[in-house]
């Protein structure tokens, strides 16, 4: 099974709104990520979990809050969002890899439907 | 820094047409891993193949192949016989094991542009 599930499907919130996505995933992967994608472009990082705890952080706004409150779940807090977030954003897994050699590999990323979010 | 260059932006063929998607990365890493995914108009991302840099056999399932060379820093897919729901944007993306390493073990991926793959019946 390699499903990652992503709630809810589609969302429209005012700016001055607060409201949250979330993703799980029952893989037993220990690395969870965001992803941004704005039409006809590729998909954007956003953050990276490792092992429950935030790994990467590419510059994002504070008006985006990630959560992992356990190694299944992933949440992206959102608040006074601007019309140029609309996006679709979409939640990955992988397994994370304790790197001792670098043969040790790099586990693929499996990605959720995401979410399609506009903001009024 | 890494990069993943798609430089077809669209192809349209007819069904059962071959057709080869081009993908060429620069990386400063010795060791990276690439990978294809496919978008359909549903929107999520589905996993193709991953190839790790230290090892460079092509690979073959059923109507897709994948032809790695790191002299030329491409990574191609060919789909053979391609079919209507083959109709998709691919996209080719690229890690490194340097940044894996920053990253607690794991790392987000560097995608190209994608290519928008149109089979026509």
């Known amino acids: 099974d390699t499903e990652v599930t992503q709630t809810p499907k589609h969302l429209v919130m005012g700016m001055t709104n607060k409201k949250s996505l979330k993703c799980e995933q029952h893989?037993?992967?220990?690395?969870m990520y965001w992803y941004k994608q704005k039409a006809k472009k590729p998909p954007e990082l956003m953050f990276v979990?490792?092992?429950?705890?935030?790994?990467i952080n590419e510059s994002v706004p504070s008006r985006f809050s990630p959560e992992c409150p356990n190694s299944s779940l992933l949440n992206l807090h959102l608040h006074a969002l601007q019309p140029e977030d609309s996006a679709l954003y979409l939640c990955?897994?992988?397994?994370?890899?304790?790197?001792?050699?670098?043969?040790?590999?790099?586990?693929?990323?499996?990605f959720g439907p995401g979410t399609r979010l506009t903001v009024t | 820094a890494q990069k993943v260059t798609q430089a077809q932006t669209e192809i349209s063929v007819v069904e059962k047409e071959d057709v080869t998607l081009d993908c060429v990365y620069e990386?400063?890493?010795?060791?990276?891993?690439l990978f294809w995914y496919k978008q359909p108009p549903s929107g999520e991302l589905v996993f193709l193949i991953r190839?790790?840099?230290?090892?460079?056999q092509n690979e073959i399932s059923g109507r897709y192949s994948w032809n790695f060379q790191k002299s030329t820093s491409s990574f191609n897919f060919t789909i053979t016989a391609s079919q209507v729901v083959d109709s998709a944007v691919y996209f080719c993306?690229?890690?490194?094991?340097?940044?894996?390493?920053?990253?607690?073990?794991?790392?987000?991926?560097?995608f190209g542009k994608g290519t928008h793959l149109i089979i026509q019946p």
């Open positions: 990386t400063r890493d010795t060791t990276y891993y």
């Open positions: 893989m037993g992967h220990r690395a």
């Open positions: 990955a897994s992988s397994q994370a890899t304790k790197l001792i050699l670098r043969q040790d590999g790099f586990y693929e990323q499996y």
């Open positions: 979990y490792s092992y429950e705890k935030l790994s």
């Open positions: 190839r790790n840099s230290f090892d460079e």
């Open positions: 993306a690229l890690s490194e094991a340097g940044a894996m390493y920053s990253g607690g073990g794991a790392d987000g991926l560097t």
